[in-house]
Nanobody, 124 residues
Framework: QVQLVESGGGLVQAGGSLRLSCAAS????????MGWFRQAPGKEREFVAA????????YYADSVKGRFTISRDNAKSTAYLQMNSAKPEDTAVYYC?????????????????WGQGTQVTVSS
C-alpha cells in the first residue's frame, strides 16, 4: 500500500511559478512510476506528466510541455511538479498518482494509488 500526500498548491499570478510536491509512504517508492493529473471545475481529470521509476522516462501533456517539469527524489520518496509560466487555464486540483511495476500500461493510465489533491489557482 502506498499513501500519497500532495502539497505546494496555492494562488499564483499568470506567468508565475509553483512547485508541487508529492510525498509517498512505504519502502517501494523507488520502484513505482509516478504521474500528475489535474481536474478543473466541470471538466474531466486529465493527464499532466509522468515519470518512470528511474527517472529515465518522462512524459508531458502537450498543454504543459516546455512549461512544467516533473522530477523525483527516490531517497526522499517524493515526486515534484515544477510549474513555470503558469496560465489561468492551469487552474485545477492537482493529483499525484503511483503505479507499481506489475502494471504494464502507458504513462497516462493504470495508476493504483492517488493523493487527495492540492488546489492550484492562476489569476490573470
Amino acid at each position: 500500500q502506498v499513501q500519497l500526500v500532495e502539497s505546494g498548491g496555492g494562488l499564483v499570478q499568470a506567468g508565475g511559478s509553483l512547485r508541487l510536491s508529492c510525498a509517498a509512504s512505504g519502502r517501494t517508492f523507488s520502484t513505482y512510476s509516478m504521474g500528475w493529473f489535474r481536474q478543473a471545475p466541470g471538466k474531466e481529470r486529465e493527464f499532466v506528466a509522468a515519470i518512470s521509476w528511474s527517472g529515465g522516462g518522462i512524459y508531458y501533456a502537450d498543454s504543459v510541455k516546455g512549461r512544467f517539469t516533473i522530477s523525483r527524489d527516490n531517497a526522499k520518496s517524493t515526486a515534484y511538479l515544477q510549474m513555470n509560466s503558469a496560465k489561468p487555464e492551469d487552474t485545477a486540483v492537482y493529483y499525484c498518482a503511483a503505479k507499481s511495476p506489475r502494471v504494464v500500461t502507458g504513462p497516462r493510465s493504470g495508476y493504483e494509488y492517488w493523493g487527495q489533491g492540492t488546489q492550484v489557482t492562476v489569476s490573470s
